[in-house]
């Protein structure tokens, strides 16, 4: 594939992955509404954001733009349901522990690969493994929630926006790093296209008309 090629491939990171980011924007409208985050959870807020700052960290030290641009727009975006959560939470010390704890392995992991890691070859393969890690880590933590709809026969618990993005984002991802031979963007991508594949199934196995209610999970 030749620059062009690489061009577009790049256009559909970013405009899968903001898509992907944007499917949020329903919690935030649902905040401002009901003035309360019931019913919304808080921690793949948190999760999202340091996701994003990770490999915003690994595309400034790799010199990729299409990484810098789409996380630093998934940065800004979680960072914002964070902060309309925490004003509309009743429970603002528990969610101010969470994020400082969260931020504190930030700083740590910071420190270790700016400090105790000079060679800029091995950091990147570091910070690299560990984004990788940590991606697949999320996309894998929904399973048990996938379990709990085919017990109860229900998918009235998932986003099917967000299951179309994530695949679709996914899968971008995963050409992207084929690509440029970068195994640490291309394989942690692969389980997100898996999980979403399975979420696809379950809307076809069990579809949400019969349900009595459509409600959103941020997984």
């Excluded at 929904?142 to 998932?158: F, G, M, Y």
Aim: charged share 10%.
């Amino acid at each position: 594939m030749g620059p062009v090629g690489l061009q577009l491939l790049s256009g559909a990171c970013l405009l899968f992955s903001l898509g992907m980011f944007g499917t949020g924007l329903s919690d935030l409208k649902q905040m401002f509404a009901t003035q309360s985050v019931e019913n919304i959870q808080f921690l793949p807020f948190l999760t999202t954001d340091v996701n994003n700052l990770s490999w915003l960290s690994y595309g400034f030290l790799k010199g990729d733009w299409t990484l810098i641009l789409v996380n630093a727009v998934g940065v800004t975006l979680q960072t914002l349901y964070i902060l309309v959560y925490f004003y509309f939470s009743s429970e603002k010390r528990a969610v101010l522990l969470k994020t400082m704890a969260l931020l504190a392995v930030l700083l740590l992991g910071y420190g270790y690969f700016n400090l105790l890691v000079p060679d800029v070859s091995m950091r990147l393969t570091r910070l690299g493994l560990f984004c990788s890690l940590f991606t697949i880590t999320m996309y894998l933590s929904p399973l048990a929630d996938l379990a709990k709809i085919v017990r109860s026969r229900s998918t009235q618990c998932l986003s099917f926006p967000l299951t179309v993005t994530t695949f679709l984002a996914s899968a971008s991802w995963t050409l992207y790093g084929i690509l440029l031979q970068d195994v640490y963007i291309a394989v942690p991508n692969v389980p997100g296209i898996a999980t979403s594949l399975i979420r696809f199934w379950l809307f076809w196995h069990f579809p949400p008309d019969l349900n009595k209610t459509y409600k959103l999970l941020q997984a």
